[in-house]
């Protein structure tokens, strides 16, 4: 090179390698060129990146998440990852050819503290010295904390039910209860194997609070879940017939006369049950006045036994004070077999028809074609107040 300005030049385009002998001369204003210096020689090498910088380890089940700073080398090829059990020394090399500054280390111990370095490597396989040591211990996670809680109230009892885990290493479920709200519980129940429960032995008109946990494989316990609560109760019977009585009707004609009459040759329990046929004149069977105020659920239970119905023969319906509401058709309900004696079970929340004069009726008004027959036995109707 001439007219070089300053005292210094760099030669560019070097093989890595190869030795090249250099001398350089001074040239004045007028062209002359002085002698020529001393001589110097260089061989260039192709230098290694620079070790990475910010290695981070953060634990996992089973597993450690490794991250680093990116290296800026314009030749930077990848990276080489090195695993030790001893802090500082013993490292031996896991993965090669990592092309970011990220990698998960899998298939760990959980409780064993796993030491890090990486180095980086250029095209010319150069490797740089390695990053500073991080270190992770695995751990296995405990399982979520069960959600969707929920306590319903029976006769001693109360019957918990949550969201299912979804945890692939779920074992198991514990119960626990109180009797303040959001302290102080006490295990009742482990192993539990369903996401539900019945707490029983308990003292109607007590309030019971729960939380439930998971536990997975590793015996790791979840927190509580949300908190339920509930007040076991004594049922109430609002009416409980059989019609053995004396007249068999007295539950049912406070409301008005009816054409169903007692018989006794189908009775589901006992004797006698009521009867509506083609050969009666088609009605309803009414109850009396059944005083369900301040209740918050009826229930409804009674057999009843079918026999060539049509659908709209035979209607249960409800009454909320002025309106009677159809509630069921017999003929479509779940339970109903013609000529069988079929169960019928229902609770009833809608506050409607939570008063003092609720009445459960069974309308026959249009039965009375061919052979059709309905015979109904065992009424039981209770709530909780």
Known sequence: SDNVSTSNYTDTGLTNGTTYYYVVTAVDVGTNESDLSSEVSATPVDVP??????????????????GWNDNLEADLDSYNVYR?????SGYSQISDNVSTSAYTD??????TTYYYVVTAVDLGSNESDQSDEA??????PPPAAPTGLGATPGNTTVD??????????LDSYNVYRSLTSDSVYSKISDNVST???TDTGLTNGTTYYYVVTAVDLGSNESDYSNEASATPYAPQTLLDDSFEGSP????W???????WILDSGKAHTGTYNARLSNTQTAGSLTSDDLNAAGASWITVNFWFNPKGLEAGDIIVKIYNGSTYNTWYDLTSYPTYTNNVWCSFSETITDSQYLISNFRLQFDGSVLGDSTEEINIDDVLVTTNQ
């Open 135 to 140: 270190s992770a211990t695995p751990v296995d």
């Open 160 to 169: 918990l039910n949550w969201n299912d885990n979804l945890e692939g290493d």
């Open 195 to 197: 996401s539900d429960y």
């Open 106 to 111: 899998t298939g760990l111990t959980n409780g």
């Open 253 to 259: 004609d406070g409301n008005g006369t009816t054409t």
């Open 84 to 88: 030790s059990l001893t802090s500082g």
């Open 248 to 251: 068999w009707d007295a539950n």
């Open 49 to 66: 990146p620079a070790a990475p910088t910010g290695l981070g380890a953060t634990p996992g089940n089973t597993t450690a998440e490794l």
